[in-house]
């Protein structure tokens, strides 16, 4: 097989484990505990099957690839530079989010997603389970939706906007597991802004810190919000 078409695997195999994990962990988890609600352990044990996902990712780039997992060498810039672009992009990403956002519930008349409601009783003062679950997302996300998927589909068709463009749809459509059309918008949104400044900057680590913010930030509004405030936050 061509390094093409490892890559090709490589990529749909990424994206497959990632909409299995995010669908069917939780299921399995209850399955297991002989529970059938969602508690906070559980949710952990599900942010725990998200690394099993970039291990597998990392086996089968190290056995099956050959190659190194960053098809982009990582740029290094100044402090100033990480600690500007950090700020920059969650300003877009926040601001652009939310505008969005009002969009949407203007048009479609959606309410808070109900996925949202069941998880904020589950954030709800647990401040180990919100950086856990916040440092996951930025960490897998960025690593296998930046650094792995959208190199790779620049290299087989020779696109870099295909890179940046796939790659944040395949953001948007992993978190409509959240059942709302402002939950697939908002991540293709802020996909296709962290996969273009990937593609001109090259530094995963800028996208990983914003990305652990971003999270950070909503899930501790979320913490302190009343519920039916969250939508006018884009949570």
């Not at 100044?78 to 956002?101: D, H, P, R, T």
């Not at 969009?103 to 997603?113: D, G, N, Q, Y």
């Amino acid at each position: 097989m061509s390094l093409n078409g490892r890559y090709s695997l490589g990529i749909i195999l990424t994206f497959v484990l990632l909409a299995a994990s995010m669908l069917y962990s939780i299921p399995l988890i209850n399955l297991f505990f002989e529970s059938k609600v969602l508690t906070a352990e559980i949710f952990f044990y599900n942010r725990l099957s998200l690394w099993l996902v970039l291990v597998l990712v990392l086996i089968y780039n190290f056995f099956i690839e050959n190659r190194s997992f960053f098809v982009w060498e990582d740029r290094k810039y100044s402090l100033e530079f990480y600690f500007g672009a950090i700020v920059i992009l969650y300003l877009i990403c926040a601001f652009g989010g939310a505008f969005l956002n009002g969009i949407i519930m203007l048009i479609t008349k959606e309410s808070i997603s109900e996925r949202i409601v069941q998880l904020s009783s589950l954030f709800k003062n647990n401040y180990f389970l919100i950086i856990f679950t916040s440092l996951t997302a930025a960490v897998i996300e960025e690593l296998l939706m930046r650094a792995y998927i959208q190199p790779r589909i620049e290299k087989i068709y020779n696109s870099p906007m295909l890179g940046v463009i796939v790659s944040a749809l395949l953001f948007g459509i992993l978190h409509s597991t959240y059942g709302t059309v402002g939950q697939v918008i908002i991540p293709f949104f802020i996909g296709i802004v962290f996969a273009m400044f990937y593609k001109i900057y090259s530094n995963i680590k800028i996208l990983i810190a914003c990305h652990f913010m971003f999270d950070f930030i909503s899930l501790m509004i979320m913490n302190f919000v009343d519920i039916k405030h969250l939508t006018l936050l884009n949570l």
